[in-house]
Nanobody, 126 residues
Framework: VQLQASGGGLVQAGGSLRLSCAASGRAISNYVMGWFRQAPGKEREFVAG????????VYADSVKGRFTIIRDNRKNTVYLQINSLKPGDTAVYYCAADRALWEAGAKRSADEYDYWGQGTQVTVSS
């Protein structure tokens, strides 16, 4: 599967963005999906994950209540709705796919994911 992330940009603190991750080559329903981010000089960190059915989600504590991960298997796309942006959210955001069983939970470790998109830059100004 190929993943294409988009939707990043430059926004002011307190603003919102909706990131998209479009999949091609295989149905996204075959994968647990995750979003990660990497800020300059820092390691890649888990942001959010969603099961194949979309029935369960997990979030990093730093984004809980502000970020929402959603999937639309019919459109072969996963979204990350980001609200109340903070300068600390500035990073390149990556989507990733994990070949997992139907109701497997989303993993927080990047090593668990098999496919990665190219990333989309989110910059938050104060």
């Amino acid at each position: 599967v190929q993943l294409q992330a988009s939707g990043g940009g430059l926004v002011q603190a307190g603003g919102s963005l909706r990131l998209s991750c479009a999949a091609s080559g295989r149905a996204i329903s075959n994968y647990v999906m995750g979003w990660f981010r990497q800020a300059p000089g820092k390691e890649r960190e888990f942001v959010a994950g969603i099961t194949r059915s979309g029935s369960a989600t997990v979030y990093a504590d730093s984004v809980k209540g502000r970020f929402t991960i959603i999937r639309d298997n019919r459109k072969n796309t996963v979204y990350l709705q980001i609200n109340s942006l903070k300068p600390g959210d500035t990073a390149v955001y990556y989507c990733a796919a994990d070949r997992a069983l139907w109701e497997a939970g989303a993993k927080r470790s990047a090593d668990e994911y098999d496919y990665w998109g190219q990333g989309t830059q989110v910059t938050v100004s104060s």
